[in-house]
C-alpha cells in the first residue's frame, strides 16, 4: 500500500496494522522510519519542505513495491511519504516489508527505502537561519 | 498540444511551474523540444542544458532521445532527494 499526505503517521498502528493483517503468515515485518535531523552540512536546519510530482510520485512508488514483491516473498508491504513543510525531528518516510521469513523482509524493506531515494520525484527544500536551499542529491552509487 | 513541467530548483530557476504548448512543426522528440525551449533566452539555455536534469514523460523517466508527441505531459527536474 502507498500513501502520499502531509499528515504525520504513527509507526507503531502502522506495524499493528500489517501485523494484524498478516498474523499467522507473516514470521517477520521490518520497518524503516526516516526522520528529519536539525544539522546539514554544519547548519541548524528550521524546517524542511517536501515537494514532489502528483501523479507520477504514486506510480514510481507502486513500481518499487511491485518490484520488491517480485524480487522476495513477502505478505504485504507498506511505503508512507509526508510532502509539505516539516521540522526537525519530524518522521518523513515509513516503509515496511512482511514475509514469512525475516531475511526476506530484510531486504525488501532495504531495498525499497533505497529505490524510492533514487527513483520516486521528491525534493527537499530546507530553511537554515541564513537561507532556504534545495538539497543536493548525493552521486549515484558505482 | 503538450504539457510542460518544471519542479524544484528548476521551477524557481525558470519562474514557471507548467504551461501548455503547441508542439511546433518538426519538433518530433526531445531534444529537438528541449533545444526549441532553450531559445526563449539565456535561462532557459542554461537551465535546461544541465547534464544532471531527468526527463519524464507522460509520468515515466525517459531516454534523452525520446521522442515527443501531441498530448503528452513532459516534465523535467533535478535528481530525486525523498526519502
Not at chain 2, 25 to 29: F, N, S, Y
Given at each position: 500500500m502507498i500513501c502520499v499526505q502531509t499528515d504525520d503517521f504513527d509507526p507503531g498502528a502502522e506495524l499493528e496494522q500489517l501485523h494484524s493483517d498478516n498474523s499467522g503468515t507473516a514470521g517477520a515485518v521490518v520497518s524503516f522510519t526516516g526522520l528529519v535531523r536539525d544539522l546539514n552540512e554544519g547548519n541548524a536546519i528550521r524546517q524542511m519542505t517536501l515537494e514532489h510530482y502528483p501523479g507520477m510520485t504514486e506510480k514510481a512508488l507502486a513500481v518499487i513495491e511491485q518490484e520488491a514483491c517480485e524480487r522476495w516473498s513477502l505478505t504485504a508491504t507498506l511505503i508512507i511519504h509526508r510532502i509539505g513543510p516539516l521540522a526537525p525531528g519530524d518522521r518523513i518516510v515509513f516503509v515496511a516489508a512482511a514475509s514469512a521469513h525475516r531475511k526476506e523482509a530484510f531486504r525488501a524493506c532495504e531495498f525499497m527505502i533505497d529505490t524510492l531515494k533514487t527513483d520516486a520525484p521528491f525534493w527537499k527544500k530546507e530553511t537554515t537561519d541564513s537561507e532556504a536551499r534545495w538539497v543536493s542529491a548525493p552521486p549515484a552509487a558505482g | 498540444m503538450v504539457q510542460l513541467r518544471y519542479f524544484a530548483s528548476l521551477r524557481e530557476t525558470l519562474g514557471v511551474a507548467d504551461e501548455q504548448v503547441d508542439l511546433p512543426?518538426?519538433?518530433?522528440?526531445l531534444p529537438a523540444l528541449t533545444g526549441w525551449l532553450q531559445e526563449r533566452n539565456d535561462t532557459w539555455r542554461t537551465a535546461l542544458g544541465d547534464p544532471h536534469l531527468h526527463v519524464a514523460i507522460n509520468q515515466a523517466i525517459v531516454k534523452p532521445d525520446c521522442p515527443v508527441s501531441d498530448g503528452d505531459e513532459v516534465a523535467w527536474f533535478p535528481p530525486v532527494t525523498g526519502g
Open positions: - | 512543426d518538426g519538433i518530433a522528440d
